[in-house]
């Protein structure tokens, strides 16, 4: 009547790979950024971008990306999220956008380095775009 018994080691090892699985989806699932130090900062998993504000150049609402190459990242139902290639210019460009179907923020900064942003809710993208517009606006008036 008594079964074979499992191994402690495969229990352990089964629990662990559940727990990095529901930790990986939590970094990922949504945008974590803050505004500290006069630095931006935004990260999604492995992908994270600090950007001193003094280097933003310009911060401006699109609709749609344009056409990139993925060099790495995800893409799953309306999430986009990754390192991609401009196919004009061949630079990099970072894209954290929670939903493709609501507004992008563009970050230009460092002269010509670009990042996509946008978060879940899109006040909360209208709320962090009014952030980094007023920002820029402060840095400008200053110099």
């Known amino acids: 009547m008594g079964g074979k018994k499992r ?10 790979t559940v727990v990095f699985c529901i930790l990986a989806f939590v970094e990922h699932y949504k945008n974590w ?52 290639k401009d196919s004009v210019t061949q630079s990099k460009v970072y894209v954290f956008v929670d939903d493709l179907r609501q507004q992008k923020i563009k970050v230009v900064h460092h002269d010509s380095l670009k990042m996509y942003v946008n978060l879940q809710d899109s006040l909360q993208t209208q709320e962090l775009f009014s952030i980094l517009q007023t920002e820029l606006q402060n840095r400008i008036i200053v110099e």
Do not use: C, T
């Open 7 to 16: 191994h402690w080691l495969w229990n352990v090892l089964i629990v662990l």
């Open 33 to 84: 950024h803050q505004i500290e130090d006069g630095n931006f900062k935004i990260f999604s998993g492995i992908y994270y971008q600090n950007i001193p504000v003094a280097e933003i150049d310009s911060v401006l609402f699109v609709d749609k990306l344009p056409e990139m190459e993925r060099s790495s990242g995800f893409s799953w139902n309306a999430k986009e999220k990754g390192v991609f």
